[in-house]
């Protein structure tokens, strides 16, 4: 059994900053990348940033220079820290992890969180 429990949204002013983790537990040999995608209401969920196991990232272009992704292999955490924050970054985030439960497999399993909303208004 694999979970991944997410925290840190909330209510921010636009402009501001919240930071997101995302902790994956229970039978975890290795993870692959990690990352973050966001829904908001009526539109389909997208990627806003991933993060390799090595600690190379890629970011939506709506997000460079204001999110930065980072993980901590250790604790099997991934965080978002984000800034300037604008109205349009209201959403549902959700993290993604491709777990390997055992070292027989190849390939990770993806695995989603259950969501943290983050809502930018004034």
């Known amino acids: 059994q694999v979970q991944l429990v997410e925290s840190g949204g909330g209510l921010v002013q636009p402009g501001g900053s919240l930071r997101l983790s995302c902790a994956a537990s229970?039978?975890?040999?290795?993870?692959?990348?990690m990352g973050w995608y966001r829904q908001a209401p009526g539109k389909q969920r997208e990627l806003v940033a991933t993060?390799?196991?090595?600690?190379?990232?890629n970011y939506a272009d709506s997000v460079k220079g204001r999110f930065t992704i980072s993980r901590d292999n250790a604790k099997n955490t991934v965080y978002l820290q984000m800034n300037s924050l604008k109205p349009e970054d209201t959403a549902v985030y959700y993290c993604?992890?491709?777990?390997?439960?055992?070292?027989?497999?190849?390939?990770?399993?993806?695995?989603w969180g259950q969501g943290t909303q983050v809502t930018v208004s004034s």
């Open positions: 229970g039978s975890i040999f290795s993870i692959n990348a």
């Open positions: 993060i390799g196991s090595g600690g190379s990232a």
């Open positions: 993604k992890a491709l777990i390997r439960r055992y070292a027989s497999t190849t390939y990770g399993v993806a695995y």
